[in-house]
């Protein structure tokens, strides 16, 4: 170490937060840098030049000679870096792998994709809000049946792919469903939250997001959601009402 804290670039979402907690697990100093993705801040050619997909996380990172983007690269670059939470017997590191993959690939689009369409307005577009509702509900049964066998999502040990999916899973409730319903899941998100690291993570987020989160949102006019939401004059109006001004 050379004493400069790495600096995480984010928000208080899910991406963002696994990234937090495997900061905290391995005690790596950092900083938190709020990005303003309501004022469209991650566009900035500032931004871009971190990121050039315009998102958060980005973690620039002294011990790396390029700012990292990607949620997924850079759990794994702080688990190789780290030597921590991604197991050396091939076996068992390919199914941290095959876990977190299962998270970047279809828990964050599909659960993304389900609360989008979450917002517009009752029955305004039955096939598409079915169609992400159903694919997220399908995604949260495989984690329960896993979970059900498994202590930890890569098997016997706490890897990156529980950092990577407990996030994504708090938005159960907000998808409409009872947490009664997946138990296995229901105790995983217990364990997962309720490590000192993970708490640590959660405060640390609060302290540094939520109150830039709760004030950016409440300024965000229609055309800045439009523009956060990819939403143009062509596509139906939303019901920005479920997040404009609280969580
Ligand atoms: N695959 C990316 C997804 C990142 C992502 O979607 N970030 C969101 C916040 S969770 C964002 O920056 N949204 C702003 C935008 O899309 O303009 C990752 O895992 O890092």
């Not at 984010?10 to 303003?36: C, H, Q, T």
């Not at 517009?120 to 984690?143: D, N, V």
């Not at 409409?176 to 296995?184: K, M, S």
């Amino acid at each position: 170490m050379n004493g400069i804290n790495a600096t995480l670039y984010g928000v208080d979402s899910p991406n963002v937060v696994k990234v937090v907690i495997m900061l905290e697990e391995i005690a790596k100093p950092y900083d938190l840098r709020f990005v303003s993705v309501f004022k469209g801040e991650q566009f900035t050619p500032e931004f871009l030049a971190l990121n050039p997909l315009g998102k958060v996380p980005v973690l620039v990172d002294p011990e790396l000679d390029r700012p990292l983007a990607e949620s997924g690269a850079i759990l794994l670059w702080l688990a190789e870096q780290s030597g921590r939470f991604l197991p050396r017997a091939s076996g068992a590191r390919a199914e941290v792998y095959q876990w977190l993959m299962f998270q970047m690939a279809n828990v964050g689009p599909m659960f993304g994709q389900c609360s989008h369409f979450r917002m517009l307005p009752k029955g305004s577009q039955p096939y598409a809000a079915g169609r992400y509702q159903a694919q997220a509900e399908a995604l949260y049964r495989i984690l329960d049946d896993r979970l059900a066998a498994n202590e930890w999502l890569a098997g016997g040990v706490y890897t990156i792919s529980d950092m990577a999916t407990k996030p994504w899973t708090d938005y159960l409730e907000r998808h409409g469903l009872e947490p009664l319903d997946y138990p296995a899941l229901t105790a995983w998100r217990q364990r997962v939250s309720t490590r000192p690291a993970v708490m640590r993570a959660k405060q640390r987020v609060f302290k540094a997001f939520d109150e830039h989160s709760r004030r950016s949102r409440e300024a965000a006019s229609a055309a800045d959601l439009d523009r956060l939401f990819g939403r143009t004059a062509a596509m139906p109006e939303l019901d920005y009402s479920s997040i404009m001004g609280k969580k």
